[in-house]
């Protein structure tokens, strides 16, 4: 069993950065694959972020260039840099992560596969023209 808590999320003008974390805990070895998901009310989840057991990453279209993910095994925590913020930027950010490794599409970590096994509760981001 693993837990995840989301933590950093908040309030900032476009152009702003947020640092998002996500602490895990439990049976943290079996995380393969983690993600950054974000939802919108009325939206279905889209991933903005994956990362694999092997390091390797991937990012939505929307986000390259601006976000960047990371994980510090010695802390088990996974982290989300977003820089030049945008209000479209604005959601409910997910932690999520998996025992298996990422599912690949063309030898990359897929941005579609949304099945975790493991999720934290959320973290509100906000973002003001």
């Known amino acids: 069993q693993v837990t995840l808590q989301e933590s950093g999320g908040g309030s900032v003008r476009a152009g702003g950065s947020l640092k998002l974390a996500c602490a895990a805990s439990?049976?943290?070895?079996?995380?393969?694959?983690m993600a950054w998901v974000r939802q919108t009310p009325g939206s279905e989840r889209e991933a903005v972020a994956v990362?694999?057991?092997?390091?390797?990453?991937n990012y939505a279209d929307s986000v390259k260039g601006r976000f960047t993910v990371s994980k510090d095994n010695t802390k088990n925590t996974l982290t989300l840099q977003m820089n030049a913020l945008k209000p479209e930027d604005s959601a409910m950010y997910y932690c999520?992560?998996?025992?298996?490794?990422?599912?690949?599409?063309?030898?990359?970590?897929?941005?579609?596969?949304?099945?975790?096994?493991?999720w934290g509760q959320g973290t509100q981001v906000t973002v003001s023209s």
């Open positions: 999520a992560s998996d025992r298996w490794g990422c599912t690949l599409i063309n030898g990359r970590p897929s941005m579609v596969h949304l099945d975790y096994r493991y």
């Open positions: 439990g049976s943290t070895s079996i995380s393969r694959c």
């Open positions: 990362l694999d057991g092997d390091g390797s990453t």
